[in-house]
Structure formats: structure tokens, C-alpha cells
């Protein structure tokens, strides 16, 4: 299993920019799609954009053309960049990698989950 660990999470307030991080312990990170997941108190895990090894990306429509998801391979990091943030943001962002089924969660690895608040 790839290890993964996030940071970057914080309170900002409604438009303001934030930049995640997750870090990957493993060898394998050059040929895993790494990708992040959000959760709120009631709701399930959703997808919310993720990066092959080759730097193909793929978002959900609620924060297209507001996210940027990047790799740095060498580095063994990706990185989601979130701007225009709005209050229904706020959530527990994971990363997470060797998905089968992106849209259900369906994942074998998953950081310990970061805090995103956006204030109105």
C-alpha cells in the first residue's frame, strides 16, 4: 500500500486561496494515480480531483476551474491548490491512491485527513 500523509489545511475565509499537500512513502509513486476525497459530518466521501503518473488530471464539476491538482514526482508529492473558496468547501480533505472506483471511494490508501474551514 502506498503511505500517505496531508497537511496545508487551515481556516481561511470566503475567496481567499489555500495549497494542500500529500506526502508519498513509496516506490511506486512514479506509477500510482494519487488523488484527493472531501468529507463533511453526515455526508458521504466525495472525489474531488485526481493526477495520474503522467500528469493527467481529472476534477469534479464543483471545483472546476477553482482547484489545480499537481505532481512533483521527483519529490514524491501532489499538491491541490484551492482558490475561490466558499463555505461548502469546508470539509476533511484526504489523499488517497490505488483507487478502483474513484466515484464510490473505493481506495486501498488513504492519508489521515486534513481540515479545510472556509468562513462566510
Known amino acids: 500500500q502506498v503511505q500517505l500523509v496531508e497537511s496545508g489545511g487551515g481556516l481561511v475565509q470566503t475567496g481567499d486561496s489555500l495549497r494542500l499537500s500529500c506526502a508519498a512513502s513509496?516506490?511506486?509513486?512514479?506509477?500510482?494515480?494519487i488523488g484527493w476525497f472531501r468529507q463533511v459530518p453526515g455526508k458521504e466521501r466525495e472525489f474531488v480531483a485526481r493526477a495520474d503518473w503522467m500528469g493527467g488530471t481529472n476534477y469534479a464539476d464543483s471545483v472546476k476551474g477553482r482547484f489545480t491538482i499537481s505532481r512533483d514526482n521527483a519529490k514524491n508529492t501532489v499538491s491541490l491548490q484551492m482558490s475561490s473558496l466558499r463555505p461548502e468547501d469546508t470539509a476533511v480533505y484526504f489523499c488517497a491512491a490505488t483507487c478502483t472506483n474513484w466515484n464510490t471511494s473505493r481506495c486501498n490508501s488513504w492519508g489521515q485527513g486534513t481540515q479545510v474551514t472556509v468562513s462566510s
Open positions: 513509496t516506490r511506486t509513486f512514479r506509477t500510482t494515480t
